[in-house]
């Protein structure tokens, strides 16, 4: 395997991202069933994501193999309600963590949630936050082994 970089996306990575979230968008709807699979999906969520991002300190970090791209994800530094106790109220979120389906179990979103760890605590926070759908059995196996652990749940109804 080559040997895999990190960096901070750029202006002109913004199709390929969008592919990424294309990709996930489709993996995603059919365990869930509420994503959507076409392609201005995934490029109204790149611009929502970025809006988001930028608002909140955050960056999407890009791995990649060869210059070619096989992981992505987004992450910001926030803030809970002012009920959280002050030590761990600011933290690090991981808003989306994608890699290429080719790519999976070699150890890339690892990389990013290490890098994910170090951003967060040179912001000199520490705690970081990630979510997934319960559906996604693997990301939540994934996120487990990384030492993350249920916090909040979200339940919904459909009505």
Do not use: C
Request: charged content about 30%; cysteine-free.
């Amino acid at each position: 395997m080559p040997p895999i970089t990190l960096r901070t996306a750029l202006p002109r990575d913004r199709d390929t991202v969008v592919e990424l979230i294309h990709r996930l968008n489709v993996f995603e709807a059919d365990l869930v069933g509420d994503r959507r699979r076409d392609y201005d999906g995934a490029n109204a969520y790149y611009d929502e994501l970025m809006t988001r991002l930028m608002r909140r300190n955050g960056r999407i970090v890009l791995a990649e193999a060869d210059g070619i791209v096989v992981g992505a994800m987004g992450f910001s530094i926030d803030q809970d309600a002012a009920y959280v106790a002050g030590d761990v109220r600011n933290h690090g979120t991981v808003t989306d963590l994608i890699v290429h389906a080719e790519w999976r179990g070699k150890g890339i979103g690892r990389m990013l949630l290490n890098e994910a760890e170090r951003l967060t605590r040179k912001a000199g926070y520490k705690r970081l936050m990630i979510g997934a759908l319960v559906a996604n059995e693997r990301a939540l196996r994934t996120y487990g082994q990384f030492g993350f652990e249920p916090y909040v749940a979200f339940l919904k109804k459909e009505l």
